[in-house]
């Protein structure tokens, strides 16, 4: 039987991983020629960013915990290459399959090379072409070395090309994160916060901001979210936020009455914010692609995008940091005004069986 190391470590992997999980547990594979090793190397310590989505989303007990949380990008980065390498040389695998593009994507995939053991990559060939975003650098570093890649769209594995990858070693499968939501969006949860805020459906604005380059100064956050609140009408501003960024945000603003800062939140009760919100405010990439997949109006407060088919053909807009350009987007939206949007091909919730079928031919 052959042995498949699966990496998670961070918010986003966990959405991505437990799909795959679950169609293999369902499939009946042949003389039961593969198994997966789960591996969560700790990169997301918090209990909110991590055990709690294992456990609404159904993920079994991870197989190895590396317990790499904390510290600089390098030295995460550094944890968790050593702890997986004395993991190899007690057990190796046939094969590793990294998702995304956090750290532990990276490298977990530098690792495995150096003992020269295949790599798949689950979301590959997406491209933001920002360098400056460490994402990018992982994404690059992690394509650069894969063997096998699986990618959300076909602009994706038209990069993948552009950077010398050959066909046969591309997958179009679609998007396992759209997988998850598919099989969830009958079990959302209202939060707590709801009654707690008198929230109703469509009448209040979902805000998310991580991106060094919006959070870390104070000054430009609070002048972020003074044009946001001075441009969202009487709708309340839900803002989950990390401890973090929290402390980069004075009394004053924290007590505005429109703005309501909530801690992180599980995938259910997020998502269920996302479905029932006028529109999404964010610096992320993946919410993206869900609130595309739900119709749902989104402003991403970036330059570029490495989802551009969310552009594209679904429900997000790039604004960067002009102000102007936010204030007139968030009254196109009030207005009821917004693009129509469409789902990308694939993103239909079959994607992980795709994947299965593929490294059967991968593995065989």
């Given amino acids: 039987m052959k042995l498949i190391d699966l990496i998670a470590g961070a918010r986003p992997n966990f959405m991505k991983i437990a799909p795959l999980l679950h169609a293999f547990e369902q499939k009946k594979i042949p ?10 190397t700790g990169q997301h310590f918090d209990a909110n960013m991590s055990d709690l989505f294992f456990e609404q989303l159904n993920i079994r007990k991870p197989d190895v915990h590396l317990n790499c949380g904390g510290g600089t990008q390098a030295e995460q980065t550094a944890k968790i290459m050593i702890s997986y390498e004395c993991l190899l040389n007690e057990t190796k695998s046939d094969l590793c399959i990294v998702v995304g593009d ?50 959300t769209t076909i602009n994706a594995g038209e990069n993948l090309m552009k950077e010398g990858k050959s066909l046969e070693s591309i997958f179009f499968v679609g998007n396992t994160m759209i997988d998850t939501l598919y099989a969830n969006i009958e079990k959302l949860n209202k939060p707590i916060l709801w009654e707690n805020f008198k929230l109703s459906e469509k009448a209040y604005f979902l805000l998310t901001l991580h991106r060094p380059s919006n959070v870390d100064s104070l000054e430009k956050l609070e002048n972020l979210i003074y044009v946001l609140l001075d441009n969202t009408g009487d709708y309340p501003l839900i803002f989950p936020v990390h401890p973090r960024t929290r402390k980069n ?112 031919k991968i593995l065989s």
């Fill in 31 to 40: 003389n039961n020629s593969f198994s997966f090793r789960l591996i969560h």
């Fill in 249 to 360: 945000l004075s009394e004053k603003i924290q007590k505005h009455p429109r703005l309501k800062i909530v801690d992180p939140l599980g995938y259910l009760e997020f998502m269920y914010l996302v479905k029932a919100s006028v529109g999404v405010i964010t610096d992320s990439g993946g919410i993206t692609e869900e609130t595309t997949v739900l119709g749902v109006p989104c402003i991403t407060l970036r330059n570029t995008t490495e989802r551009p088919e969310t552009v594209e053909i679904g429900t997000n807009i790039l604004v960067g940091n002009n102000k102007a350009m936010l204030a007139k987007s968030l009254l196109l939206l009030r207005s009821g005004k917004w693009k129509k949007g469409s789902i990308p091909n694939l993103w239909d919730g079959k994607t992980s069986t795709r994947i299965i079928n593929q490294l059967q």
């Fill in 102 to 151: 956090v750290t532990s994507t990276m490298a977990c995939t530098i690792v495995a090379k150096k003992m020269n053991i295949r790599v798949a990559h689950i979301e590959a060939g997406i491209r933001s072409g920002d360098i400056s975003m460490p994402e990018e650098v992982n994404r690059i570093v992690t394509d650069s070395l894969s063997d096998f890649f699986f990618t």
